[in-house]
């Protein structure tokens, strides 16, 4: 996801593997519980199950100002 300021909300299954990075001027994000608010600093994140999930979810966003938040459901 490409944008100069963006707001993305993503559910997740929870049987689905999720790793998401985001690069941005300025990040609010809470991915999978961690809340994070950064200043030019990349943020990262993989579930514990990624690596052995039948289902994989990739998620890259780049952004002057963004807001993602990450959950999962179910």
């Known amino acids: ?21 985001a690069s941005g001027f300025v990040i609010d994000s809470d991915l999978l519980g961690r809340d994070r608010e ?21 998620i890259e966003m780049t952004s002057f100002v963004c807001d993602l938040k990450v959950k999962r459901v179910g």
């Open 38 to 58: 950064t200043f030019l600093t990349p943020v990262e994140v993989t579930s514990d199950d990624y690596a052995s999930a039948e289902r994989k979810l990739r």
């Open 1 to 21: 996801v490409f944008g100069f300021v963006g707001d993305v909300d993503v559910l997740v299954p929870a049987e689905v593997g999720v790793s998401v990075s």
